[in-house]
């Protein structure tokens, strides 16, 4: 099968009849000459083969890509030996039993070190499962599952690198947004290092991406919450017209102004929470205040009106609603007006009534002295 022997064989089987005997020596001389040659290169093939098999450990022979082309090895030599195949066939599967034997190394020697290669991303989920994927390979696995093992978990890696630069930059950002004011507030403190935590555990390969972006958005949120908080603080006072001098108002106003430097977001919420509470409060009992003094304004007569107490009561009533409208007073000295002008128009209208029948009680003393004088003075009212 050997190509000069072939060749060698052809050029015999091929001469001419007449062929001289010199002719025919020197064409047996070739195949003699091509023999040896191919003598000299099956043993030189054989030898790259034992070297080929030698290489094949008892850990590679389980390996079904290394065993294939050590079969196919095998038969390649046999071939040969059996005069059905070439030397070239020899080396060409010695070749490849080579490069089988390497990759497979490789593959193994990755395979042995691939746990070591995975920080600071080892606790990302995707490099977790094409490690364990690694890990969970059976033991007569081809090179070729190996290397797509490999290679799912180098993908995984710079999927989990990507992932960690977007956030460590989100991270980086959700500080930035950290004023030196903000920073005093004990929320955004704690919020700020639990992100830088989540930063360092995922740095020393003891946490995720995903831990960096969630407490980066936990800080941002805090960030939020607390401007929010601080000003409404800032405006908190300008908000409570027409009912600053209401007490509920007043106290809770007062608990904002007090409240400490470093007092946490919730207190400030709970405190701006206290003050629209009060001022809710303060609304209705205002409305209830008006009403009452809506209801006062109406008991007051047109001859009523000319009653020097009663007119004095409604103007006091009017001064409270106004003062208070004004955010000068409060409910309750709307309130003590209204009661006031009713307790003037009931005064007024018992004295009026009385007025009226006070000649019909003078009986049996009209016309004494006294009494006359007394009953002319009311008459003369």
């Known amino acids: 099968q050997e190509p000069g022997v072939e060749q060698a064989l052809s050029d015999i ?19 003699n000459t091509a023999k040896e040659a191919a003598a000299k290169t099956r043993e030189d093939a054989n030898n790259v083969a034992a070297n080929a098999k030698k290489s094949v450990t008892t850990d590679l022979a389980s390996n079904p890509t290394v065993a294939e082309a050590a079969t196919a090895l095998q038969k390649a030599v046999d071939d040969a030996a059996g005069d ?49 994927d690694i890990n969970t390979l059976p033991t007569n696995a081809t090179t070729e599952q190996k290397q797509d093992a490999l290679t799912a978990l180098s ?23 950290v004023t030196t004011e903000l920073a005093n507030n004990p929320t955004v403190a704690e919020a700020a290092t639990a992100l830088q935590k989540a930063v360092d555990d995922a740095a020393g390969d ?32 300008t908000t409570t017209s027409p009912y600053s001098q209401e007490p509920g108002v007043e106290q809770a106003l007062s608990d904002i102004n007090t409240l400490p430097t470093n007092a946490t977001t919730e207190q400030k919420q709970d405190a701006l929470t206290a003050l629209s509470t009060a001022k809710e409060a303060a609304a209705k009992s205002r409305e209830d205040a008006n009403n009452a003094a809506t209801n006062a304004k ?26 208070a409208a004004g955010d000068q007073g409060t409910s309750a000295e709307i309130t003590a007006a209204a009661e006031k002008l009713t307790d003037a128009v009931a005064a007024a209208t018992t004295a009026d009534e009385a007025i009226k029948k006070a000649a019909t009680t003078t009986s049996p003393y009209s016309q004494e002295p006294g009494v006359e004088q007394a009953l002319s003075d009311i008459n003369t009212l």
């Open 155 to 177: 993908t995984a890696k710079e999927a989990a690198a990507k992932s960690r630069a977007d956030a460590n930059n989100a991270a980086t950002n959700a500080k930035n947004s």
């Open 84 to 132: 059905q195949g070439t030397s070239a066939e020899i080396t060409a599967a010695a070749d490849k039993l080579t490069d089988a034997v390497a990759a497979a190394t490789t593959a193994d020697e990755a395979i042995k070190k691939a746990a070591t290669t995975t920080s600071p991303y080892s606790q990302e989920p995707g490099v977790e499962q094409a490690l364990s």
């Open 206 to 237: 003891q946490g995720t991406s995903a831990e960096i972006t969630a407490a980066a958005e936990k800080l941002t949120d805090a960030v939020v919450a607390a401007t929010t908080a601080d000003e409404a603080i800032k405006k908190a006072a």
């Open 298 to 323: 109406k008991s007051v007569t047109t001859d009523l009106a000319s009653n020097p107490t009663v007119a004095e009561a409604a103007t006091a009533l009017q001064k409270a609603v106004d003062d």
């Open 13 to 31: 089987n091929t001469l001419p009849t007449n062929a001289t005997t010199e002719q025919k020596q020197d064409a047996l001389t070739a195949l």
